[in-house]
């Protein structure tokens, strides 16, 4: 059972473009989890999706940043019009419940603005 | 003020030590208590979790909550190099799906 993949592992982009980070969870899991840790940061929570659906996007900024998980294929976040702020390790996560404590964490995406 | 606060290190010790990691938050409602380790350039790992007050046990690893005091820790005993990364808090709600996460404190294992 393959763990949680997301990809790419490291993504440059300069200002201005588009930034598509990709997150396939767990087999059997319906529930997905994106944060953003920052450099001596902890992670930030941004979106709790669950297939088709988007249960909780508080913590995602209200500008430029989107997130879907579809019914086929992997849960994608999105980042438009990239800024050097938007420099960060982005970690998706995924359980068989909504339950976090059985969450297991992919090995993240680093996006470097440029 | 930050909802959990966490001592960022880093922390130094000799192999074999005791090592002793804590956190302290200030929301109340927090019932679920995650201590997770994270390897550089790697994704988080749950070490063990707590629901509500009290200890739990896991190996080397004991984990405790003291809710009145807002005061969580973990502790690592008969420490080992392999143990050295960086261990992060967290904690969340009942139903919690929305986990805040300290800032995580670095150890350092010396052989």
């Known amino acids: 059972n393959a763990g949680v993949m997301q990809n790419p592992r490291h993504l440059v982009r300069r200002r201005g473009q588009e930034a598509r980070l990709r997150c396939s969870p767990m087999?059997?899991?319906?529930?997905v989890y994106w944060y953003r840790q920052l450099p001596e940061e902890g992670l930030k929570f941004m979106v709790y999706?669950?297939?088709?659906?988007?249960?909780?996007e508080s913590g995602m900024p209200k500008e430029r940043f989107s997130a879907e998980f579809p019914k086929e294929g992997p849960s994608i976040l999105r980042i438009q019009q990239v800024v050097r702020g938007d420099s960060a390790a982005y970690f998706c996560?995924?359980?068989?419940?909504?339950?976090?404590?059985?969450?297991?964490f992919g090995q993240g995406t680093r996006l470097t603005v440029v | 003020q930050k909802e959990v606060e966490q001592d960022p290190g880093p922390l130094s010790v000799p192999e074999g030590a005791i090592v002793s990691l804590n956190c302290t938050y200030s929301?109340?409602?927090?019932?679920?208590f995650m201590w997770y380790r994270q390897y550089s350039r790697k994704g988080p790992e749950l070490l063990m979790y707590?629901?509500?007050?009290g200890n739990k046990e896991d190996g080397r690893f004991t984990a405790q909550v003291d809710k009145s005091s807002k005061y969580i820790s973990l502790f690592i005993r008969d420490s080992q190099p392999s143990d050295s990364a960086t261990y992060l808090c967290?904690?969340?709600?009942?139903?919690?799906?929305?986990?805040?996460f300290g800032a995580g404190t670095r150890l350092f294992v010396k052989a």
């Open positions: 996560a995924s359980s068989p419940s909504g339950m976090d404590t059985e969450a297991f």
């Open positions: 087999k059997g899991h319906s529930h």
């Open positions: 999706l669950q297939k088709e659906n988007i249960i909780d």
């Open positions: 929301n109340s409602a927090f019932q679920y």
């Open positions: 707590t629901y509500s007050s």
């Open positions: 967290a904690m969340s709600h009942p139903g919690g799906f929305k986990t805040i």
